[in-house]
């Protein structure tokens, strides 16, 4: 049944992109002497816009992701995690920044390593610097925000102190005890090679990210073109509200690490650098599917206390670094 339902989703995620495609190169014929509603076409372009910038980091990020997946074991992670708990931070956090996975994936790798004896607050540390330290997730960052610096370098400082006090906390909270349900995981892929392994987890993988890809760039785009810029602006530039306001909007977009900071960037004028690191550093750590990918591997006391730490811990951070910086 499952597969039944992940095939119709990647068909319909596959027409949906062949749509796209043909509205971007054949848009202007379509509607040549079509009245179009000026809003109709804002949107358009807004999502357009962010879209085709998207999904070469997209691309990238997936096929890096299937090659892990494919060829490094977790038990070649797990040996280089140090025995002693507050020693395994940084550690942990370094393993993360190397893992081109985004938020979605990392959580049945982490899941499987931490099953296998990895530590809960280690493998915490790795499940949130994973989606934001990792090069890819640098290179869009870096190619969006290359006229502001400060947000590409502050994402990653601040992303990496976030998760080494998320991972102590968690510590403090459950020390060896492992939140873990019990699933019986099948694995049922006949692949005559690792390279079609690769492709096929690729193809599947960015079929599952493409749509919610799609999905949060056209309620980005949706968001930016009704909401009242004036009421936008005042509490975007609001340094308790703005930072508050685009970590909600981050859990609910719910998009890739690898593409998030192109939405990002459209709200550059609209709410402060503060506001866009929370939405930034936020997002690929806790959304609402990876939440709901968590419920299923972990219990539901776990997931919220989770929440609850990430929430309080960045939204701090990135408090502090306002004042600061």
Known sequence: ?????????????????????????????????????????????????????????????????????????????????PKRPLAALVPAAVVGALLPICECAIIPVVRRLIAKGMPLHVGVVIMVTAPILNPVVFASTYYAFSSNMSIVYGRMGIAFVASLIIGLIVYVIFQNHLPLKS???????HVNSRLTETLTHAIDEFFDVGRYLIIGAFVASFFQVVINREILVEVGQHEIIGPALMMGLAYVLSLCSEADAFVAASFTSTFTPASLLAFLIYGPMIDFKNTLMMLAYFRRIFVVIFIGVVTTVVYVCIYIFHFIG
């Open 183 to 189: 699933i019986k995981h099948s694995h049922d892929h």
């Open 1 to 81: 049944m499952e597969k039944v339902v992940d095939k119709k989703g990647d068909l319909a995620s596959l027409i949906l992109f062949i749509l796209i495609m043909v509205l971007f190169l054949f848009g202007d014929v379509l509607v040549k002497g079509v009245n179009v509603p000026s809003f109709t076409l804002q949107v358009g372009t807004i999502f357009l816009s962010i879209l085709l910038e998207a999904i070469p980091f997209i691309l990238l990020g997936v096929f890096a992701s299937s090659l892990i997946q494919t060829f490094v074991s977790e038990q070649m992670v797990q040996k280089w995690i």
